[in-house]
């Protein structure tokens, strides 16, 4: 009995200790700096992703340099801000880590993910006075920056490039939560692979139904198997750490005589052609971290604008990614094709179907 | 049809039920002693962790393994000590695992990775895809005999279904529990190594979703023997299997829409539990913590 009280004292002095590590006063160096809060999916920011692309544009506003100690792309600079991060273990922690932020008066507050609209929305009006931004989500609210992706678009391409290189015709796609926004890049990917190829079929797979489908690299890898089984040869991943046993599924498959991978993979959000070099054909990159950079720039210059922020092919916002990892893989011919679609879709000559829309 | 059954579902349940066994296998051991053990969850995410992590530094997945089975030993002796020793609540103390193990391996990551719960990718060279589903089948017959013909097993069964009379006959009731219990961390400590070095690459946060909950459903619906235990991990492994199957499958030209496919595990299981278990016992002495009369 003196047991379990003493387990439920000590439950409580960690649950304690926990929230006082949160609650760190304004020191005087962060005195006159823009704060800036974010708190990541539950994917969590090593995702190698999703969120890993959002902890990348944060990391770079704060110091000019990447997470890794790279220097950032594009001459994005250190913009002089003081930066906390939270983690939710689960999703009910999340309200409480944005209102601890929104308590303590941080200027900016950013939520990474779909599932933290709904919780942003009710936060955001308890504090109009504070910027918010949601990435991948919708509000109304004219504190709140919708960061949105043309994910369809960038999807599109990367089903024209894998269609081209497949050589069964038939696609693999793993989403990770069987969501509207995950459809969206399902159904560009489909569409882009029928434009090439009118016969080529998608088998479509979703790794769960809860949150938990993020976080669970075996059920994505025996997904990819089944799909290889199939007779799929390229495999399109949107499924955060789920996704990265779809790599694993297609490394074990090997390489043919002439060294070239059996099975491809497509990678998301972040570049991950080099997760496992000439595995991966390429990687349909959202730049989460110029979308996060660019809202803390707006606010550190005082531009903050509400409402959506949209960013698609033509900026850059989506698109397939290129690097040396995967150069010898994609032969011209097909970077042109892809490239034709692309000025296609920018011109309005192709419209590729919004899932979210429909 | 032949796109669904064919020997992919097969290796596929294997795959899937592999984890199942192991933990299950843990969970066998400590159970029939008469500790519950609804930590297998956490020590299957201590295994895991500590394979991936091992693996990357030593370079050899039987470091790897084995570092697996002493870190799956080591947090089952808190339980151990807890239940036994304190005479605590085994339930308590098995949530406090869980709990504990969820946070722990985010923390450890961040000193040696830089990361937040998750590992580097160990490279393929380095993975163990086989041997761990060799280990879980080659133990289903062991358990059954270390447990039905061995003195050893006899001694554990009297601990957990009269641990007073196996106490008159000269058996140290806690010594055999401490055993049992840490048995069922080193076997969770496998199951969570295959997870992690085995079936993918990495450890990522909360990995096993669930699964060591569903060892345990597998172990009660098995009722607490190895053999019905393992054809209970097999069945679940089988219901994952088949949902992973069908996703994609044509049926009269028209696809099985996907939440439906996604119901099927829960359904069949449901289905199973409450049409065909039949009379399930728990070892006597179960959650009963043993007080030697002065």
């Not at chain 1, 110091?63 to 100690?69: A, E, I, L, N, V």
């Not at chain 2, 961390?185 to 969570?192: P, Q």
Request: aromatic share 8%.
């Amino acid at each position: 009995m003196k047991l379990r009280l003493f387990l439920i004292a000590g439950l409580v002095c960690s649950l304690l200790l926990a929230g006082t590590s949160c609650r760190q006063e304004a020191s005087a160096d962060e005195k006159g700096k823009i704060r800036v809060g974010i708190v990541f999916d539950i994917g969590g920011k090593d995702d190698r992703s999703f969120n890993a692309a959002a902890f990348v544009g944060v990391k770079c506003a704060e110091t000019g340099k990447r997470p890794d100690g790279q220097p950032c792309e594009d001459n994005k600079g250190a913009l002089g801000i003081v930066l906390r991060d939270v983690e939710p273990g689960n999703p009910v922690s999340i309200e409480p880590a944005m209102r601890a932020f929104a308590e303590r008066g941080y200027d900016l507050i950013i939520g990474v993910g779909f599932a933290q609209a709904p919780i942003m929305d009710v936060v955001a009006k308890d504090y109009p006075n504070i910027h918010f931004a949601i990435v991948d989500g919708a509000s109304q609210l004219p504190n709140v920056a919708s960061l949105v992706f043309k994910e369809h678009e960038g999807s599109y391409l990367v089903g024209v490039i894998a269609a081209r290189e497949s050589k069964t015709g038939t696609l693999g796609f793993i989403g990770g939560m069987d969501i509207g926004l995950i459809h969206r890049f399902a159904v560009g990917y489909e569409e882009g692979a029928k434009s090439v190829n009118p016969n080529a079929r998608v088998i479509v797979n979703y790794v769960g139904v809860t949150d938990t489908a993020w976080n669970n690299p075996g059920k994505g890898k025996e997904l990819a198997l089944a799909q290889i089984g199939k007779g799929a040869d390229v495999i399109f991943t949107a499924a955060g750490n789920s996704g990265l046993g779809a790599f694993d599924a297609v490394e074990q498959q090997g390489k043919d005589a002439s060294g070239r991978a059996k099975d491809f993979v497509i990678g998301v959000d972040s570049n991950q052609n080099g997760v496992k070099p000439g595995f991966v054909l390429t990687s349909m990159v959202k730049r989460v971290d110029n979308a996060v950079y660019q809202i803390v720039s707006d606010v550190v210059n005082h531009q903050f604008k509400g409402g959506f922020h949209i960013y698609g092919l033509e900026s850059d916002g989506v698109a397939y990614a290129m690097d040396d990892n995967n150069r010898a893989l994609i032969p011209p011919d097909v970077i042109q094709q892809a490239e034709e679609a692309k000025q296609k879709i920018i011109a309005g000559q192709i419209k590729v179907t919004d899932a979210m829309t429909k | 049809m032949n796109e669904l059954f064919n020997l992919n579902l097969l290796f596929s349940t294997i795959r899937l039920a592999t984890p199942l066994i192991l933990a299950a296998l843990g969970g066998m051991f400590s159970e029939r002693s008469g500790v519950i053990n609804i930590a297998l969850e956490g020590l299957m995410l201590a295994g895991a962790f500590t394979a991936a992590s091992i693996t990357y530094y030593a370079g050899s997945p039987w470091v790897g393994l084995f570092a697996a089975i002493l870190a799956g030993a080591c947090i089952a002796m808190i339980h151990a000590v807890v239940c036994i020793r304190y005479k605590a609540d085994q339930v308590v103390s098995g949530t406090a695992i869980n709990i504990l193990l969820t946070g722990a391996p985010a923390l450890l990551s961040g000193a040696f990775f830089l990361s937040s719960g998750s590992t580097p990718q160990v490279p393929e060279q380095h993975l163990i895809p086989y041997t761990p589903i060799v280990i879980a089948f080659a133990l289903v017959p062991l358990t059954w005999y270390v447990l039905n013909r061995t003195p050893f097993g006899l001694r554990l069964r009297a601990v957990g279904e009269n641990p007073e009379a196996a106490d008159a006959a000269g058996v140290s009731v806690n010594r055999m529990r401490y055993t049992a219990v840490l048995l069922s961390g080193a076997l969770a400590g496998i199951g969570g190594a295959y997870l992690s070095i085995g079936q993918s690459s990495l450890f990522t946060r909360n990995m096993t979703s669930g699964r060591g909950f569903i060892a345990l459903a597998a172990l009660i619906f098995g009722k607490w023997r190895p053999v019905q235990t393992m054809l209970a991990c097999l069945l679940f492994g089988f219901t994952e299997a088949i949902a992973i199957q069908l996703q994609g499958v044509r049926f009269g030209g028209e696809e099985i829409p996907n939440q439906f496919i996604q119901i099927i595990p829960y359904v069949l299981t449901i289905v199973v539990l409450a049409g065909f278990i039949g009379q399930s016992r728990a070892p006597r002495a179960l959650g009963i913590p043993y007080q030697k009369e002065r």
